[in-house]
């Protein structure tokens, strides 16, 4: 007998389980944007500062996931602190993709292969509903910032530099 195969993410299925509510934006993604993030913003119409990316980085050895808006850059000092390490570094794309079980340009904060240790930046807090990647590209889930908090076992911090 063939297994169902399921049409979700791992995101979409932390979503599901987690019974806090939420809404999937999927949209047609170009595979030439050179903006993941920025693209995600007008597809979905709604402020850059308000869709939330999520990269990886490397501090003092141990792998770190930082969630910042599209139109900012993650401050590596700023996620150091956060975190009690002396240094951080991005990660490399290829070490990214393995860890989470995502693509880049798709990496979700949520439903990773791994739990890693995750910060968020303070300025979520900002907005009732904030837009992540949903786990592939072209698929963002909007939910609260403090349900992204929770799911996640997120630190809130000032980890974004514009």
């Known amino acids: 007998m063939a297994k169902k195969q399921s049409t979700g993410t791992p995101a979409t299925r932390v979503l599901e389980k987690s019974g806090v ?4 934006h999927p949209y047609a993604h170009d595979p030439r944007a050179t903006s993941y993030g920025l693209e995600a913003a007008e597809a979905l119409g709604v402020p850059v500062a308000q869709v939330f990316k999520t990269l990886l980085a490397d501090c003092d050895g141990t792998l770190v996931v930082g969630v910042v808006p ?3 850059q993650l401050d590596l000092k700023g996620l150091a602190k ?3 390490a002396k240094k951080a570094a991005m990660a490399d794309p290829a070490l990214a993709e393995r860890v989470t079980g995502y693509v880049v340009g798709g990496i979700s904060p949520l439903g990773q292969k791994r739990a890693l240790r995750t910060v ?7 907005w009732d509903v904030v837009y992540v990647s949903g786990g592939r590209r072209g698929y963002d889930v909007g939910l609260a910032p403090a349900d992204l908090v929770a799911l996640t076992r997120a630190a809130l911090a000032p980890i974004a530099r514009r």
């Open 21 to 24: 509510p939420w809404t999937a």
């Open 70 to 72: 599209v139109d900012a």
């Open 82 to 84: 956060a975190v009690g």
């Open 120 to 126: 968020v930046d303070a300025s979520a807090e900002e």
